[in-house]
């Protein structure tokens, strides 16, 4: 079946793209920082809402570009707060934008990906199959969905939806390139947060661009078979590179990198899985980040205990490597990565 053919993204473009589309069309440079305004700072997303400019310019625009590239078509949120959204793309296809509340501020999490190629075993967005992946506008539209729905500005980004960022690398970097724009949304690099599952080439890249954007890598096991049977990117690019890899992201960047280790009930929950976690990142300066398995379908796994999850944090503590652990927000909303898609995706005859 052909695809097809998809509008362009207003939100994905730079204020000198926007200028070329004005300049195009005839229509003085002014224009286009009008255009820029509605689209990135006020988050209109309809055509008549940008009412200082001509309706002659929007709807010859209309035709090859959109200022909705993504459409609410499911809310769900928990008793704490998270609030987690379905949101309907150009082609029929749909991506997950969650937010978290914490005491001051707010957490947006954006996909990258309709889908994931990486096939993590207990990963429910490699479980949905891989479509495609976002473009630019797509990824920045998730942010102005949030604040249409909400009202208000979201505090930090993280790259933790659906989907392998480094796997979509220009679309991501464009993404955070917009968000990060003086004259746009102005969110700081030290607020963008992108986690990978370990894709090295992906992290030699960021750490040449100049950017101060956190890094997390999906570690959850330090042992190369056990993070092959559960992460098979551990087989393209292993562990030891991958520590490598993250030593030069700091060397570079002056960044720590956060390590993200889903733990997963006698799996790699263990006393000894947590020392010999300690020791390959005692060398680092790094932290933990500890994520009781939320649970999927698919998987047969489960969380650990919480007395489990807090001996495993404190053997961790007691070797002096810096850990938080991630309460499961969001677990009543189905918030781990992929899950509100692939029940939406369940029940259709196609699948
Ligand atoms: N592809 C990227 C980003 C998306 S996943 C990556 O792998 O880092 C964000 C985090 O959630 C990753 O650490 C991922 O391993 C973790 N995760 C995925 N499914 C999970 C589940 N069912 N329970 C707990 N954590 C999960």
Request: aromatic share 6%; glycine share 8%; with cysteine.
């Amino acid at each position: 079946m052909l695809a097809r053919q998809m509008k362009t993204a207003l939100q994905g473009l730079w204020p000198e793209e926007l200028q070329a589309l004005a300049l195009a069309a005839g229509q003085p440079a002014f224009r286009a920082k009008q255009l820029w305004q509605w689209v990135q700072v006020r988050g209109a997303t309809r055509w008549e809402q940008m009412g200082n400019l001509p309706a002659a310019w929007k709807s010859a625009l209309a035709a090859t570009h959109t200022p909705e590239p993504i459409r609410i078509i499911k809310e769900t949120a928990d008793a704490g707060g998270t609030r987690k959204w379905l949101g309907g793309l150009d082609d029929g296809e749909c991506v997950e934008t969650v937010l978290i509340p914490a005491r001051d501020w707010t957490t947006v999490c954006l996909s990258t990906q309709v889908g994931c190629r990486m096939g993590c075993a207990f990963c429910a967005s490699a479980k949905g199959g891989f479509a495609r992946s976002l473009s630019a506008g797509e990824i920045v539209g998730q942010f102005q969905l949030v604040m249409a729905a909400t009202g208000r500005r979201p505090d930090n980004v993280v790259y933790m939806g659906m989907g392998e960022p480094f796997d979509n690398y220009d679309e991501v970097l464009k993404s955070i390139r917009i968000l990060n724009h003086p004259d746009g949304l102005n969110i700081g690099a030290r607020r963008i947060t992108i986690s990978t599952s370990g894709v090295i080439p992906g992290i030699r890249r960021l750490a040449g661009e100049g950017l101060q954007v956190e890094l997390s890598v999906s570690l959850h096991a330090v042992n190369h078979e056990l993070r092959r049977q559960l992460m098979p990117i551990e087989n393209k690019y292993p562990l030891t590179e991958l520590l490598a890899a993250c030593r030069d992201y700091t060397a570079a960047t002056k960044r720590f990198v956060t390590f993200e280790y889903t733990l997963i009930r006698g799996v790699n929950d263990s006393a000894r899985d947590a020392e010999e976690l300690a020791k390959h990142l005692r060398p680092f300066s790094c932290r933990v980040n500890l994520i009781p398995l939320s649970p999927v379908p698919e998987f047969a796994g489960e969380a650990p205990t919480r007395v489990a999850i807090e001996q495993f944090q404190q053997t961790l503590a007691a070797r002096g490597v810096s850990v938080t652990l991630r309460e499961s927000k969001g677990k009543d909303v189905n918030a781990a990565c992929g899950q509100l898609r692939r029940q939406h995706r369940l029940p259709q005859p196609s699948d």
